[in-house]
T-cell receptor, first 115, second 115 residues
């Protein structure tokens, strides 16, 4: 399996611009998670989906952030407008929620720099 | 709400020495427990997990962890450190029951291996 795929791997943008991060989960997995990692705050869960439905978005920082999962094989995280404090590494992870252990498999991340 | 505490954001050991990375959780019911390792510029990779059964679990790269309910701990160990073990390690928990599927991560421990 190819694992969780994220694109782009690196993104540099100017303050005020729209940024869209993309994720393709592992085929067959039915839960998808978006995380943000910074030195100051560590690894934070932003939002997670189960069967394409957003279940918990309490970690989304503010209305500038939005996430969608139009189908089982694709999700986006959008920031509009972006701000320098959004600079971080954004990870996508997926898991198979079959009553077992719910271990998550992570993508390589997108390093976002907002200038 | 569950929480995870990793004692020591940085741990240094000599090559060949015992590695001990500490993890304590707060939960009224023992949760599922995980250790992940983060390689540079990559996402987190699962090292090992505890669900039920044997309290001593073995993972990849010679690591193991022991679940101790009385101490609410899940410390990660390796008998002999290698230079190739010098990465950041994260402990995570997930409730044993209920619908919540997200993991709660600790703040991470950076392992340095001295020659």
């Amino acid at each position: 399996d190819a694992g969780v795929i994220q694109s782009p791997r690196h993104e540099v943008t100017e303050m005020g611009q729209e940024v869209t991060l993309r994720c393709k989960p592992i085929s067959g997995h039915n839960s998808l998670f978006w995380y943000r990692q910074t030195m100051m705050r560590g690894l934070e869960l932003l939002i997670y989906f189960n069967n394409n439905v957003p279940i918990d978005d309490s970690g989304m920082p503010e209305d500038r952030f939005s996430a969608k999962m139009p189908n089982a094989s694709f999700s986006t995280l959008k920031i509009q407008p972006s701000e320098p404090r959004d600079s971080a590494v954004y990870f996508c992870a997926s898991s198979l929620s079959n009553g077992a252990t719910y271990e998550q498999y992570f993508g390589p991340g997108t390093r976002l720099t907002v200038t | 709400a569950q929480s995870v505490t990793q004692l020591g954001s940085h741990v240094s050991v000599s090559e060949g020495a015992l590695v001990l990375l500490r993890c304590n959780y707060s939960s009224s019911v023992p949760p599922y427990l995980f250790w992940y390792v983060q390689y540079p510029n990559q996402g987190l990779q699962l090292l090992l997990k505890y669900t039920t059964g044997a309290t001593l679990v073995k993972g990849i790269n010679g690591f193991e962890a022991e679940f101790k309910k009385s101490e609410t701990s899940f410390h990660l160990t390796k008998p002999s450190a290698h230079m190739s073990d010098a990465y950041e390690y994260f402990c995570a928990v997930r409730p044993l029951s209920g619908s919540a599927r997200q993991l709660t991560f600790g703040s991470g421990t950076q392992l340095t291996v001295l020659p």
